[in-house]
């Protein structure tokens, strides 16, 4: 197989040439590629795997990148027989690689990350790949996710999706303060991912929203605030609350390669983008403390509340931030306190 080498900033990953997934037997051009970087995901990949099968839309391309995995995964994508399906085992290279592995092997023009514990709702890929045909000066759309448990209970208040940012222009100014976007619920052209060069395998928490920021200096996004596409499950082993921080000293990798891109700086006076640059701090200050309270890591969820209120007091400015932190509280008691595992990136 051909080997493209595929850049962002000033690292180097490995990955396989679009051409060589295509065979002769399925010349056929997919509407859409779905791309799973699976590492361990034995738990749930089936039920993820299926949902994407489910598709109204059926002209699906899927690309399940097995990152390394040790436990039953490989013999469970072993027993799939659907032409619509491809999987590329490679050496455990994490969530980044993978997803860039996927990237590069993409058929068709728009493409959608899916973490490999997650589950579509039947037509969400219909209406994501609608919305970017009817809108063809954007490069991506989002829509809203549900949170549910590792049984499938929803922990997401309805009512509480009105009260998520979610802004129909202006998405750089927008995401480089908040991440508002999880993966599995957006949808993305292939050539503007291609042309940002994927995901950033440096960045071990935020490599996401880093992705949209650089996708967000080509254009706007389509924001689609009446649709849920997503069940986003929370579990003690998933990413978003597997991110481990400091209350004295966080991890601010991701933000410091947001602020630090030259497209983005330039997009904003120096003091709107120190503003910003301190809003989304904020975010993910109390997004570490959320995590250390579901975890069960009480006098570290306590030195999070009494360093946060003397490092950001204009938090309680922001009460839409406020109410979600306090209902992310509550909502965490469904959570069963299971230990730590690899697996995928936070959203």
Known sequence: ???????CGDMETSAISPASNLSASDASTPKV???IAAYNAERFIRQTLDSVFAQTLREVELIVVDDGSTDGTPAILRTIDDRRLSVLRQ???GVSAARNAGLALARA???FFLDAD?????DALQRMVAALDNNPDRVACFAHHVRITEDGAELTRRTDLSLKMFPADDTLPNLVTKNF????????????????????????WGEDWEFWCRLAVLADFVAMPN?????????????????????????YKAIEAVYSH????????AVELKHRKRLAHIDAFWTAARNAYVQGRTIEFLTYLFVGALRYPDSILRPGLVYLFLRGLRRAKALPATPLRSGGAVG
Not at 118 to 122: E, F, M, Q, S
Not at 182 to 198: K, M, P, Y
Not at 264 to 269: G, K, L, M
Request: proline letters at 8%; hydrophobic letters at 40%; charged letters at 20%.
């Open 227 to 251: 649709d849920i596409v997503l069940m986003y499950r929370q579990h003690g082993g998933s990413a978003n609350f597997r991110w481990r921080n400091s209350p004295t000293r966080p991890d």
């Open 262 to 269: 030259t497209a983005i700086a330039q997009r904003f006076p």
């Open 118 to 122: 997650d589950v579509l709702l039947p």
């Open 109 to 111: 023009p728009y493409i």
């Open 181 to 204: 976007i999880v993966c599995g619920a957006i949808c993305i052209r292939t050539e503007a991912a291609r042309q940002v060069r994927g995901f950033n395998p440096e960045l071990k």
């Open 1 to 7: 197989m051909d080997v493209a080498r595929m850049r």
């Open 33 to 35: 590629t779905v791309v």
């Open 91 to 93: 050496a455990n290279g």
